[in-house]
């Protein structure tokens, strides 16, 4: 842990997770499966097509999805959102050649680090919870070797955003990947973003494929409206927030 960051597990106690694993329990029995694997380690592994033709494989050191790790800090696995907006930006690298890129809720790190291959000018990558940045840190030292790319603790909201665009600035391009799966969170997340969005060139680009909990997107993109951020959808699971046009 950073000198000046505070201890903060998103969720002490557990989302349970481990708990509908075990009433998924075939037999029932709650032995535990003797030809089962009980590392709770995981590794990922993400291929970058490079401009120059060449491409860069990343390998991610997380944790499996219903080990306690992740039950408490589920940014220690990777979601299906982040693979689809790593390869949202491949597609579209303009979104981040050149530019200033902020990744909340970067969760192990790879949408940050693609944005980081793809030609950005700088990348932060930000996260609450203290185990993930330590995840997050150990990702970044085994598939960067640059100083383009820093990682910070950002939880989402007052007072913490103010004083992380005093000390840090805003960014040309804010990215987040199921970031937005409780209801809490919607606010938050939001003012994070229109607080450290820079104006009135600055897009925000959330990929969100799950409606955990029933947060509809209809309710993020209205909190967004609130902020005068407008939304398009380029393609399924994939949402794009620029300032409207007074801003
Ligand atoms: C479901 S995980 C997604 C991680 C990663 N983006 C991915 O897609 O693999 C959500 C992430 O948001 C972070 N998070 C949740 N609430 C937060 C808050 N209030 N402030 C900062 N980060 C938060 C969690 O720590 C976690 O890393």
């Known amino acids: 842990m950073e000198r000046e960051e505070q201890e903060w597990i998103e969720s002490p106690d557990g989302w349970g997770t481990k708990e509908v694993c075990r009433a998924n329990d075939d037999d029932g029995d709650g032995c535990i499966d003797l030809?089962?694997?009980?590392?709770?380690?995981?590794?990922?592994?993400?291929?970058?097509?490079?401009?120059?033709?060449?491409?860069?494989?990343?390998?991610?050191?997380?944790f499996k999805l219903d080990s306690e790790e992740t039950d408490r800090s589920t940014g220690v696995t990777l979601w299906q959102a982040a693979p689809r907006l790593a390869s949202f930006l491949q597609i579209h690298p303009e979104v981040c050649r050149g530019k200033s890129v902020l990744e909340l809720g970067a969760g192990l790190g790879l949408c940050g680090i693609t944005a980081h291959y793809l030609g950005a000018q700088s990348v932060m990558m930000t996260d609450g919870d203290t185990q993930t940045l330590q995840q997050m840190r150990e990702n970044v030292r085994q598939n960067c070797d640059d100083n383009h790319i820093s990682c910070r603790q950002l939880i989402w909201g007052s007072p913490h955003?103010?004083?992380?665009?005093?000390?840090?600035?805003?960014?040309?391009?804010?990215?987040?990947?199921?970031?937005?799966?409780?209801?809490?969170?919607?606010?938050?997340?939001l003012d994070t973003v229109a607080c450290l969005l820079e104006r009135p060139h600055g897009q925000f680009v959330l990929s969100r494929f799950s409606k955990w909990n029933n947060v509809d997107d209809e309710i993020v993109i209205d909190a967004a409206k609130q902020r005068h951020l407008t939304c398009t959808r380029p393609s399924e699971g994939i949402f794009i927030f620029q300032w409207d046009e007074i801003c």
């Open 35 to 62: 030809f089962g694997n009980d590392d709770p380690n995981e590794y990922f592994t993400f291929t970058i097509q490079l401009d120059s033709g060449t491409t860069k494989t990343l390998q991610l050191h997380g």
């Open 161 to 189: 955003m103010e004083n992380f665009v005093i000390q840090q600035g805003k960014y040309d391009t804010v990215v987040g990947a199921d970031v937005i799966y409780t209801h809490d969170s919607v606010q938050p997340l």
